[in-house]
Antibody, heavy 117, light 112 residues
Framework: EVQLVESGGGLAQPGGSLRLSCAAS????????MSWVRQAPGKGLECVAKIKQDGSDKYYVDSVKGRFTISRDNAKNSLYLQMNNLGAEDTAVYYC??????????WGRGTLVTVSS | DVVMTQSPLSLPVTLGQPASISCRSS???????????LTWFQQRPGQSPRRLIY???NRDSGVPDRFSGSGSGTDFTLKISRVEAEDVGVYYC?????????FGQGTKVEIK
């Protein structure tokens, strides 16, 4: 069974940092593109970043470029999102998702990031 | 970025009746590889999104056959042939052809 479990969310101050993790199991992690998607409270969905199987290609939405870094450790079956210089607009539930057939097939339960002073 | 526009945004439906959601994109979703990466998701209250349909019309494993997807180019539709109580939630279309992937605003399906 495919499982994606996010962790690392919490309360951060404006300008602060957080590092999200996603533990993957039930599939060959190194064979799939992976993404982070966020959903602000009561709002819609936004693709934040995605990373190729071997980590050689990374893509970011413009609003997080230069502040967020996606990475992965295939030996640990883990996906990460380093978030720096956080602002109120980054408050959201962050989901880890596995790609297949050109879209996001499996999603984790998400981890809530709240940016507030 | 590609803008995805869904309609309606709210859809009250009688149990057992059909429902249809439209999704339009601001540019063609046909990829250079010939595929059209249009996906439909269901998000039940308090849950993560669940993929229902990928590449316009392919139903995911375990998705009831009352759900179907169709369309091409910039115009797509999700149909539920007979709405059941468990179908209540918000439905999103998403394009994965162009980065960043973008979602529609969501259509809230509720029972009348």
């Amino acid at each position: 069974e495919v499982q994606l479990v996010e962790s690392g969310g919490g309360l951060a101050q404006p300008g602060g940092s957080l590092r999200l993790s996603c533990a993957a199991s039930g599939f060959t992690f190194s064979s799939y593109w992976m993404s982070w998607v966020r959903q602000a409270p009561g709002k819609g969905l936004e693709c934040v970043a995605k990373i190729k199987q071997d980590g050689s290609d990374k893509y970011y939405v413009d609003s997080v470029k230069g502040r967020f870094t996606i990475s992965r450790d295939n030996a640990k079956n883990s996906l990460y999102l380093q978030m720096n210089n956080l602002g109120a607009e980054d408050t959201a539930v962050y989901y880890c998702a596995r790609h297949s057939w050109g879209s996001l097939e499996y999603w984790g339960r998400g981890t809530l990031v709240t940016v507030s002073s | 970025d590609v803008v995805m526009t869904q309609s309606p945004l709210s859809l009250p439906v009688t149990l057992g009746q059909p429902a249809s959601i439209s999704c339009r994109s601001s540019q063609s979703l046909v990829h250079n590889d010939g595929n059209t990466y249009l996906t439909w998701f269901q998000q039940r209250p308090g849950q993560s999104p669940r993929r229902l349909i990928y590449k316009v019309s392919n139903r995911d494993s375990g998705v009831p056959d009352r759900f179907s997807g169709s369309g091409s180019g910039t115009d797509f539709t999700l149909k539920i042939s007979r709405v059941e109580a468990e179908d209540v939630g918000v439905y999103y279309c998403m394009q994965g052809t162009h980065w960043p992937g973008t979602f529609g605003q969501g259509t809230k399906v509720e029972i009348k």
